[in-house]
């Protein structure tokens, strides 16, 4: 049972890794992310509060939030089916 945890454990922790370092390759100094599982939405935010004035739908069910030229979020759609 301890052996099944600590594998489990580490796989979750090598997945925060992978996800920290494609994070740190991004321009955004810090990013806010929400998963709302019902709607299978994934909000990322790049600015707190992200106040954005336009919204521009992506290609794949993504919607590009922007305020004037900066980026301040990206909403993606049926998040769970997505794959890198």
């Known amino acids: 049972m301890e052996a099944s945890i600590a594998k489990e454990a580490n796989n979750f922790i090598g997945q925060c ?27 990322m935010s790049f600015r707190k509060p992200q106040r954005a004035s336009e919204t521009v739908e992506l290609d794949d069910d993504m919607l590009l939030r922007k305020d004037g030229e900066k980026i301040v979020g990206l909403t993606i759609l049926n998040a769970s089916i997505r794959t890198k």
């Open 17 to 43: 890794v992978n996800v920290a370092s494609d994070i740190l390759r991004m321009s955004a100094r810090q990013v806010w992310i929400d998963y709302d599982k019902e709607a299978d939405v994934l909000y």
